[in-house]
């Protein structure tokens, strides 16, 4: 029986994971290599080798009610888009109010997890520590979660871009970059067009002389501020638009998305509109890069073809002289350095685990990978999602298919991905975000039925269906349920608007004039629809009515 856990990483996942342990009766250690936790999201001046890193001005680009834990609402006062600092502020109130702290153990890096001799027996790992002073420990653990992420090996390919060893400026990728500092009177140019690329694209272009953005493929740029000003996850992640894509072709969803954006801003017009269609491929969030290509500050280009001195030459051709600085905003490799390499299951371009969590060729189920998924929205209820599920597989709750199942269900996974996304060695596996969770909460037994609310709780129902599908719609029933979930789903837009609410405003109330205005419409366009189809067709209102008078005998 599993015991004692081992968690990799004190991140959003492995804070996830330490709570999900201590609320089955296990007890975690978790090993972070930093003197604090939020893995990603914590801060600082200079980025550290094997560690994620962030720019100063980072602010997140899902908002707090779709990022937020499933039973711990981020406060009503902060911003819906939080700066980094903010985020490690709620992480921080998370791990004192669940106590994780006295679980986690600073400066400590995992250097080898590897299965014991009795492992065929036990299912037990043995885990070598090193902490800040180089000391070397070694540890008997039940079962192991990693934490670790996927964003800490910065990818430089180099080799791709002829005549970089000749460049007469500095280059560096975006893991290295922390504000526009260095950019003031510069001609910058920024590789790759991500949310990374497009933020600095965006800030350094505030300073510098002039940015070129390159790119490969394009990108579908989405804002973060959709219609009315709501955030655009609350107002379009809605179980509701989940169930017409099941429902409705996926090139209907690709033709009316891409209409929307282009009314917005014509992609094509912009350079931007890409080689694949909207729903391919994560879109870049990013409100400001369409006006900054408008204003002319960042210029969009095609791909890098050579690089002379201080010259960058693209492959259509055209030329931009002078260049000070160039950014690789070209992605992550991803690696798990302290695992054998016998552990992991490659299928494709990916780590083939089960449902994106259990490698399926171990003979224990006692190795699990949490956080480590690609979907439009943020990783905190995914990776919580994640861990609720391998918690009670640890505890024998739930009991995991056998190898040779969990391997085809891979290879299927692996399909299925690569038919409807695009994916690369650096983007290896993408999901839709409600399918997901909805699938791994149904392993747990937690995902909430639309039919038993219906009759149950109307009101509820309505806005779990209609509403946007938040975290806390896992914890309505079945194993971790919270009473709280009910009441955070009625006010989640209550704390949407709190931060907002800084100057009172008069409500303007519907006027009787205003409301006779409306019926007048109304009726003036309900009757010239009548005239018209009397017009038109003389008999149908006719048989209309007669339809409609009940029958005699």
């Given at each position: ?253 690709n033709w009316f998305g891409e209409k929307k954006l282009n009314t917005m801003y014509d992609h094509t017009m912009y350079a ?39 010259t960058v030459e693209f492959e259509d051709g055209s030329i931009v002289e002078k260049v000070d600085t160039i950014v690789f ?225």
């Amino acid at each position: 029986m599993v015991q004692r856990v081992a968690v990799i990483g004190a991140g959003p996942s492995g804070l996830a994971s330490m709570k999900a342990c201590l609320e089955e009766g296990m007890v975690p250690t978790c090993f972070e290599s930093s003197d604090d936790m939020g893995g990603l999201w914590k801060f600082k001046e200079v980025s550290e080798p094997n560690r994620a890193s962030i720019y100063r001005s980072l602010t997140i680009n899902t908002s707090k009610e779709m990022m937020c834990y499933s039973d711990f609402p981020i406060p009503a006062d902060y911003p819906n888009y939080m700066h980094h600092s903010k985020i490690l502020k709620y992480f921080r109130m998370y791990a004192e109010h669940f106590k994780l702290l006295q679980h986690i153990r600073f400066q400590t890096s995992v250097k080898s997890v590897k299965q014991r001799p009795d492992f065929t027996r036990t299912g037990q790992w043995e885990i070598v520590t090193e902490n800040r002073d180089g000391q070397e420990e070694k540890h008997v653990f039940d079962a192991v979660i990693c934490c670790s992420g996927h964003y800490t090996y910065p990818n430089l390919p180099l080799k791709d871009f002829p005549g970089i060893e000749t460049f007469e400026g500095k280059y560096l990728h975006s893991w290295d970059y922390k504000g526009p500092e260095d950019m003031y009177g510069k001609r910058v140019v920024v590789i790759g067009i991500g949310n990374s690329g497009g933020d600095i694209a965006v800030e350094s272009s505030r300073v510098a002389e002039q940015v070129y953005m390159s790119t490969r493929r394009g990108a579908w740029v989405i804002r973060q501020v959709s219609d009315n000003g709501l955030p655009v996850d609350m107002k379009y992640n809605t179980r509701f638009v989940h169930i017409l894509f099941q429902l409705l072709p996926i090139n209907f969803f690709n033709w009316f998305g891409e209409k929307k954006l282009n009314t917005m801003y014509d992609h094509t017009m912009y350079a931007l509109k890409p080689k694949h269609r909207l729903f391919s491929q994560i879109p870049v969030i990013n409100d400001d890069l369409p006006l900054k290509i408008l204003s002319g500050s960042v210029v969009i280009k095609p791909n890098v073809k050579e690089i002379r001195g201080s010259t960058v030459e693209f492959e259509d051709g055209s030329i931009v002289e002078k260049v000070d600085t160039i950014v690789f905003a070209t992605g992550y490799n991803y690696d798990f350095p302290y695992l054998p390499s016998n552990t992991m299951y490659k299928s494709g371009h990916r780590v083939g685990l089960y449902k994106h969590v259990f490698p399926p060729n171990l003979e224990h189920p006692t190795l699990a990978v949490v956080g480590f998924i690609h979907a439009l929205g943020a990783i905190m209820p995914q990776a919580e999602m994640q861990a609720r599920w391998v918690t009670r597989v640890f505890k024998r709750i739930k009991k995991l298919p056998s190898i040779q199942a969990m391997i085809k269900a891979v290879e299927n996974d692996t399909k299925d991905i690569e038919k409807h996304y695009i994916v690369s060695k650096l983007t290896p596996l993408q999901v839709d975000f409600v399918s997901y969770m909805d699938d791994i909460a149904g392993e747990i037994g937690v995902r909430p039925s639309l039919l038993w609310l219906f009759f149950t709780d109307y009101p509820l129902f309505k806005r779990v269906l209609w509403g946007p599908v938040s975290a806390y719609q896992y914890r309505l029933m079945g194993p971790g349920k919270w009473e709280g979930a009910r009441q955070a789903i009625f006010t989640q837009f209550d704390r949407m608007y709190q931060p907002l609410k800084t100057r009172q405003m008069v409500e303007q109330e519907s006027s009787l004039a205003g409301s006779l205005v409306k019926l007048s419409l109304t009726m003036m366009a309900g009757g010239a629809a009548v005239w018209y189809l009397h017009a038109r067709s003389p008999t149908t209102i006719p048989t209309l009515l007669s339809s409609l008078r009940p029958q005699t005998v």
